[in-house]
């Protein structure tokens, strides 16, 4: 007897269910905002879980936890901040209050703040409020000062010895401190007249010295160093110093501060206020961000404001290799006044990120940091590729930490990492990449590995060219 089923023909089986896909990472980075709850700041000392930062994800949070985090309200910078970061997208937020009334007080506390998050931190930015670039604390006297980013102190070198240094395969003059934050640099042969003034040029970011073509110093002579590294108690040097620390030692993060608007918005005191702004060199993974002030709004208030939350949610979202210059500034509803092209050119030439009203919306003018104009990382794409680059090798080479260094494990790092950057090729964020992992004798007794690694970023379009040719006919 035949079947139904055995009959010839074509059977057909629609599958259900294929649309469930497994959970993916959020694709935005972590947020991190310190600020105040109020204009004026609040008083007292921290509890222990006050130091832990509290994820907001809603306007509710404000409610539910508004003994930390403050009324959801125009006056609360920490909810200015946070509603600009989540109109630009991010969905990874946390806050940790700034208490203080005085610049002394809230100097100190983000020193505490730093000290614990150094080691503990989950987030790959963090944006600064209720206090500004530029701003210091000349007086906060800090426990167990040190120099590295809780505190910022002034030191005269005189006459220190430059010798040359062989660095991977080169001969290089630098000096001992790195980075210079110096006010003068002056370089000459001990127990000699002769003057070296503009014979040579120092990066302020690694100490190295640089001769003009031509000019080798003369091996008889000792070469001497007379210069002062400044580090003041400023706000700003503070989060750079930090960022540094933690990207040295842990994770890599950026730090985005603002600096203060002028009082008012007619065209002297604008004119006047860009004018007195320094050029901002602090580090590679530092941004400031100025010009005029924008306006958003909160609930059914508006108000008017710096937009480095804004600027710090819309990184968040991006790719490391697309940059937020030309990109609209989200939530903005229009700026206080706007720059004439030669003030935007003047404060993106002093590191400072700015706002530019352009076909009717308002772009960010230029993504700049505010590393030295000699280092590879003025651009913020740069940076933020190396970091990527940086945080993949370590996850990927963190599991072999206690393991036998031997070739075999070596191998299989080389094979890990080296997928890891091809997948990185493949995505668009490196042109070409080149490493190597090698452990001489000396380095498998002292347990080190070392993974030498050059890397193409992809460079991001600054601007288009366009050529147009009339013919009589094609």
Known sequence: MLSYNSLPGIELEIKDGNLILPAEPSPTQTLLIIA???????????????????????????VEKKNRLGAYS??????????????AGCRDIRAIVLKGKTPEEKYQNLHKIYSILEDNINADIIVLGGVYVGESAPSAELDGETEDYAIRVVHTVSNEIITPQEIEGEIVYKAQRSPIVADTFTLNYKNSNEVLTGK????????VITFEEGFEPDPTKTLLASYNYTFNKDFAAQLAGFCDVVSRNNRQVIGVM?????????????????????NQIYSKHLQVVGGSPLWFNLGSAVYEDMWHGAYAGLISVLASYSSPTNKVIPGALFASYNLSPTQITSLINKHIVVPRFKNGRIIIADAITTAPDSSDFVRLTTLRITNDVIQLV???ADPYIGEPNTMARRNALDTAVREGLQNMVARGALNDFRFHIQASIADQIDGTMRILLDIVPVFETRRIMIAVALKPML
């Open 200 to 207: 040579y040029s120092i990066n302020l970011e690694t100490s």
């Open 36 to 62: 105040p709850t109020t204009e004026e700041g609040v008083e007292g000392d921290y509890e222990e879980e006050e130091f832990d930062p509290v994820i907001i994800t809603g306007q509710s949070d404000f």
């Open 74 to 87: 125009t006056a609360n910078p920490l909810a200015r901040l946070w509603k600009q970061a989540y109109d």
């Open 258 to 278: 603002a600096i203060k608007a002028p009082l008012s918005a007619n065209l002297a005191t604008v004119k006047k206020h860009v004018e007195e702004q320094k």
């Open 394 to 396: 370590r996850e990927l």
